[in-house]
């Protein structure tokens, strides 16, 4: 069963949610609303993560809805990253304003 065949059918199901991380290709950048200060690179969630195409997560997110889980790791090594946030928000934080600092 493929994305859209799956959402169409469990589309009135209130149940059917699943939640995703990980880096896909779309266009959700160009609807931003401006920023200020500093023009600064966009950034995504690690270079250690392939960029997924939309119909690749779509089918992740198909077989999760039909198998009823909750969080999609759209790529193995997310489920590690975001338990390495979760167990110590400060050094999260930390690095992130570290690497952003780099950047700049």
Do not use: K
């Not at 790529?75 to 690095?95: G, I, K, M, Q, T």
Request: hydrophobic letters at 40%; charged letters at 25%; proline letters at 8%.
């Amino acid at each position: 069963m493929r994305s859209n065949q799956c959402l169409e059918e469990d589309n009135d199901d209130q149940h059917a949610r699943a939640r995703r991380s990980g880096p896909v290709a779309t266009n959700i950048i160009a609807s931003l609303p401006p920023t200020y200060g500093p023009a600064l690179p966009l950034r995504g969630p690690g270079e250690q993560f392939e960029v997924l195409m939309p119909e690749t997560v779509g089918d992740q997110v198909a077989d999760a809805i039909v198998d009823d889980t909750f969080i999609v790791y759209t790529h193995p090594e997310v489920r590690d990253v975001l338990v390495e946030r979760a167990s110590d928000w400060n050094s999260f934080v930390d690095r992130q304003a570290d690497a952003i600092a780099e950047q700049a």
